[in-house]
Antibody, heavy 118, light 110 residues
Framework: QVQLQESGPGLVKPSETLSLTCTVS??????????WSWIRQPPGKGLEWIGY???????KYNPSLKSRVTISVDTSKNQFSLKLSSATAADTAVYYC??????????WGQGILVTVSS | QSALTQPASVSGSPGQSITISCSGTSSDVGGNNYVSWYQQHPGKAPQLMIYEVTNRPSGVSHRFSGSKSGNTASLTISGLQVEDEADYYC??????????FGGGTKLTVL
């Protein structure tokens, strides 16, 4: 059973870069069958897709976030990561990492709350 | 890309059936068969309930079913149970190779 676990700072200062890592167990990020995604959910609001990475390093991002987002994969550590630059209070959210299979995020991490505040 | 349109809330009594709609465009819902539905209980991560419009992952109850007509997809829950009370989100793959979610629907089981 694949499991995903988000990690990183729970508090980020405005204008700084939000950085999170997702560690995958029970499966391999090097599998060519899956893409690896980041999705976020502001408190009390709906889900927003951020982007995904393939094991080759190929990426796709939400057009509304594209200028600030970088998603990368580290196959040696079986991890993938999210960097969101120039953070503002609007980036405060629960961030989820997920595995994507047949164009559907099927396994999700438990989520990590990141607050952007000074 | 704009969020898919879902009703903010629906309700039903135990044993009844309800349907949640998800409206998009020909660039997302209407343009492919990659529509998914998620159930989210408070404080929990979303759980995949339907993928590729009509398919149920292993372990998901047969009471959950999906369909699509044109630019609108639907999730039907039959034989409502108290534990079905949750938020439900649809998502769709898009012509730009991205994903878009619906705004979410709160299901209340009366």
């Amino acid at each position: 059973q694949v499991q995903l676990q988000e990690s990183g700072p729970g508090l980020v200062k405005p204008s700084e870069t939000l950085s999170l890592t997702c560690t995958v167990s029970g499966g391999s990020v090097s599998s060519g069958s899956y893409y690896w995604s980041w999705i976020r959910q502001p408190p009390g609001k709906g889900l927003e897709w951020i982007g995904y990475v393939y094991y080759t390093g190929s990426t796709k991002y939400n057009p509304s976030l594209k200028s600030r987002v970088t998603i990368s994969v580290d196959t040696s550590k079986n991890q993938f990561s999210l960097k969101l630059s120039s953070a503002t209070a609007a980036d405060t959210a629960v961030y989820y990492c997920a595995r994507e299979f047949t164009r559907s995020p099927d396994y999700w991490g438990q989520g990590i709350l990141v607050t952007v505040s000074s | 890309q704009s969020a898919l349109t879902q009703p903010a809330s629906v309700s039903g009594s135990p044993g009844q059936s309800i349907t949640i709609s998800c409206s998009g465009t020909s660039s997302d819902v209407g343009g492919n068969n990659y529509v998914s539905w998620y159930q989210q209980h408070p404080g929990k991560a979303p759980q995949l309930m339907i993928y590729e419009v009509t398919n149920r992952p292993s372990g998901v109850s047969h009471r959950f079913s999906g369909s699509k007509s044109g630019n609108t997809a639907s999730l039907t829950i039959s034989g409502l149970q108290v534990e079905d009370e949750a938020d439900y989100y649809c998502s769709s793959y898009t012509s730009g190779s991205t994903f878009v979610f619906g705004g979410g629907t709160k299901l209340t089981v009366l």
